[in-house]
């Protein structure tokens, strides 16, 4: 399992990258509340009740892509704005568009040298 953490020092707002093959057993072993079930198999983001806290994990037995990595970025970046207040709206969008491209940037210079990563 391979597993680090990215801070969004702007948002006060960490985001933990985890890379696994049972996302049950991670749950179960973290013990942690979190606002949505496990619902995937290959890749998905996760917060926590009480804390600036989300959880992207990926399935280390299947290959990850760039393309799964901007989506788990795009929720997360929807789940912080959301959180800190910041509407969703065509007059935010620069918000968002910024702190995906600031997440995926994160997650990959992390992630990029495991051998399930496609480059």
Known sequence: MLRTKIEIPIFEYDIHIVLCSDFEQFFNKEELAFQRPPNSNACCLFTC??????????????????????????HAAFEICERKGIPITYDNQEVICYLQDYI?????TRIKHHPSVKS
């Open 49 to 74: 009740f009480d804390e600036p806290v989300s959880y992207m994990l990926f399935n280390h037995d299947q290959e990850i892509t760039h393309q799964m990595i901007s989506h788990e970025s795009n």
């Open 104 to 108: 995926f940037d994160r997650v990959v």
